[in-house]
């Protein structure tokens, strides 16, 4: 997978629109273990890398309330 394929992910803009859809969750799911999105996320900026990761735990925060 390249940093591309990571960046303009489908189902990462479908846990950005709706944390609570069956393709997000499954989009969270997979980036836990995904050596593609580790080496996205690596690749990356610190400070984008931080700002990301807010990102995704803020979605993950309306995703269970």
């Not at 580790?38 to 803020?58: D, F």
Request: aromatic residues 10%; glycine residues 6%; hydrophobic residues 35%.
């Amino acid at each position: 997978m390249t940093t591309k394929s990571c960046a303009m992910c489908s189902f990462r803009q479908r846990y950005e629109n709706n944390p609570k859809s069956l393709l997000g969750r499954a989009w969270r799911w997979h980036i836990g273990w995904c050596p593609g999105w580790k080496s996205y996320m690596a690749g990356l900026p610190q400070r984008e890398r931080n700002a990301l990761t807010e990102q995704i735990l803020e979605l993950d925060h309306m995703r269970k309330v």
